[in-house]
């Protein structure tokens, strides 16, 4: 039997044996389910060792990390396998079809909490591997599998981990399954993600909210003020108005249009999923452009005076908001936060004291768009689904992946499976069975790929 | 036992029922409290009827008026007293020091949410009514009462009261006692307020709340747009930028320049009251020409996205702040409304939908600052304080002023007893013992000068 024919033939336990998975509560955000975040390493790392992948619970600051290693040869290269164990909060649960940690098939899903995000992703490689050592086939390369526990939560202790563990995880390459395809039946191969900086706005007037008619026109009033600061964050163009905010922008690529704009792409349909009035960015850059390759500021949440039903006649003591930025290749998260602290301390009247927080971010990740990598990756997707696989980027951000650059010095293959609407981090989280299938065979076809990159 | 020997024998039972009065959590902006509303009406209709002034409690489209009345004589002028019973929110309860609606002594203060607005102040008069009927003293005057339920959330029910009671309300002279000495040991007499023009602005982009990765810069921001719109209301001389604004403006009479100039002001001491690090307003105006004779603009309160600890990049559904509008004689509150209705719909762009929702105001009152009803109370305070008053405008407003003006023709004595640094609609609020026992005894004396006016 070779590894495809095992895969065929174990269809029904490769999904009984994911359903066991997604039975585990793993919800890393809530200290309640810290027992249950161990229990679930236990067994992930129990079936690592069960398929022949040395494996063991690796402590961190926080939840731990299970890694495991089957080396094979010297000779081969080297692939490390990042996932993550833990899953978002299943709450609001009255809107769930099912119960979440219960998952159940409907239709043509996967229904339960970690469906796609990160569980039933990872369990392609996982069922791809067993493919290989249950079988005796020659396995082409080696394999380190590097399992968190915190992504969910922000991946606090990673950063240290993959630092003091550096020699342990030396590799060639890393491969990462936990993003969507482009579309319904249209793989992709990611081969760049946004980075990200966030700062706090703080603007405080009086020391105390005052009684806008005793004080209204005299004091300044510091929502009036952050209104007129997040106002000139922007120019009429929608371009970014910070100084030096594009200083390092790397601008778009030939290439990199011409291949966005043969993506099936319809702005229409784009906008329809938003129910938005109508687009809106930067002048001079397409949809995509603008989501994928450009550096964006969004103000996420604003706060200030009162909130309650009503009027209340204060002018209040301050105003916040919090913002982040995503970035593009070779923007510094650190002087794009130095950036736009100077940019509102200048434009900020003296009558406030303004506040900028600045909490850093990761910085935006690129894997080259050309090169052996993702063409060993382009071809296996393309085996496992029979379809040919676009070549897109993410407007979101992994920061895992900057630090694997940064750190290891690695790039990263990013293999998504699973879909933009299979509502990861919202209710009724599902995984098509049907990517499930393919995600597990173009996993297969990956290691077969990635040898031959070497060779 | 004459009138002010019963003031002087019962202070600490005046105080003790203020107190009484101040534990109602009366605050009409949330419908959670509507029976305390009604709760501390009736207490107030008995506490008149206990003191011979005949008295109801009538029924409005909102919060109830407490009415009452003692006629004394067909050939004595008739006062009409308006006051308010009801309170502000008293939020954010974390930064009181004491419980808001649990009234106690701090030094010199009663500190409680309605000490110096509107109950404190309402009850000096109360107090002086009892000190003529209490001591079978002749009352020289025909004594009305309007005491409403409404004033801090905007008076909505009481115009039409008005309107419908225009008989009973039959009177020669009006007074309130809701507003603030000139400064400590500085009485005044009010001649003019401001009026007041209530919006609030929603903006909407998307349905839902969005991944600000995956559509962050090519679907606008609700909170950047209303940050955007809000820095356009006012140019860069804090003048108000809304087309039309100044139209119906009256400007400054030399004679008010050179009243407000002789005041005992300082713009550094009104600046240390605030806490603010540099005043802030309306290029070419004093801080006094400012808040008293200029209409302003403030943003009351805002809120949109995520407010909890930390980051979440959201892109937000929606975003909304409150605004109201201080205007000046000759300013129509409706059409004011539509003015800024019309600009922001101007300049909101085409990708979110943008509602102002418009809840209308009251007119700026004027009382001639001259005249034998001003000379009445100007003796009258000077009796109760020991200290010549002098003759002010204020920058707040008692929206029911205008009513008055406009469907009794009354004119309006505004006796203010509180200070501007009261707290009035922040945490804290207060009321000096002195001011409080000052006031009462102003209250008094003013029955008859009062009715000296007739004679």
């Not at 069960?50 to 000779?75: F, N, Q, R």
């Not at 079809?97 to 996967?110: A, N, R």
Request: charged content about 25%; proline content about 6%.
């Amino acid at each position: 039997m070779n590894p495809k024919e095992f895969l065929d033939k174990n269809k029904q336990k490769r999904l009984d044996q994911l359903f066991e998975f997604l039975k585990f509560p793993s919800v890393s955000a809530k200290s309640e389910h810290k027992q249950d975040i161990v229990r679930c390493a236990e067994w992930l790392k129990d079936q690592f060792n069960a398929i022949g992948i040395e494996s063991k619970i690796m402590p961190t600051g926080g939840h731990p990390v299970v890694y495991g290693e089957k080396i094979t040869s010297p000779d081969n290269i080297t692939v490390l396998y990042y996932g993550h164990y833990d899953v978002q909060p299943p709450e609001p649960l009255e809107l769930w079809k099912s119960t979440p940690f219960e998952p159940i098939i409907e239709g043509d899903y996967i229904l339960a909490r970690g469906a796609t995000d990160d569980k039933g992703q990872l369990w392609t490689h996982v069922k791809a591997f067993e493919a290989y050592t249950a079988t005796d086939t020659r396995l082409p390369i080696n394999i380190k599998v590097l399992i968190e526990g915190e992504e969910e939560s922000g991946s606090e202790n990673l950063e240290r981990f993959v630092k003091e563990n550096k020699d342990m995880l030396k590799a060639d390459i890393i491969v990462v399954s936990d993003s969507a395809q482009f579309d319904k039946n249209q793989p992709a191969v990611t081969f760049g993600l946004r980075g990200l900086s966030f700062v706090e706005i703080k603007v405080t007037g009086p020391d105390r909210d005052l009684h806008s008619g005793s004080f209204g026109g005299s004091i300044a009033n510091p929502i009036n003020i952050l209104g007129r600061i997040i106002g000139q964050l922007h120019d009429d163009d929608n371009r970014i108005a910070i100084d030096g905010f594009y200083d390092d922008v790397v601008e778009i690529t030939d290439f990199e249009r011409e291949e966005f704009k043969k993506l099936p792409h319809t702005d229409k349909e784009y906008l329809k999923k938003t129910g938005a009035p109508a687009l809106h960015g930067e002048k001079g850059y397409s949809t995509l452009e603008r989501i994928w390759s450009r550096p964006t500021l969004d103000v996420n949440g604003i706060m200030g005076g009162y909130q309650g039903e009503g009027a209340k006649t204060v002018l209040p003591s301050w105003a916040m908001c919090k913002i982040t930025m995503r970035l593009v290749p070779n923007q510094d998260p650190n002087d794009i936060c130095n950036k736009i602290e100077k940019f509102v301390q200048k434009i900020a009247p003296k009558s406030v004291k303004c506040e900028v927080f600045k909490h850093g971010g990761s910085p935006a990740a690129v894997v080259s768009n050309e090169g052996p990598w993702l063409d060993a990756a382009g071809r296996a997707v393309k085996t496992g689904f029979g379809i040919e696989p676009v070549f897109v980027k993410e407007g979101g951000s992994i920061p895992v992946v900057g630090t694997f650059k940064e750190v290891l010095g690695l790039d990263t293959l990013l293999l998504g499976w699973g879909q933009s609407d299979d509502n990861a981090h919202s209710p009724n989280e599902r995984f098509d069975l049907n990517d499930f299938e393919r995600g597990t065979y173009s996993a297969l076809a990956l290691i077969e790929e990635l040898a031959k990159v070497k060779a």
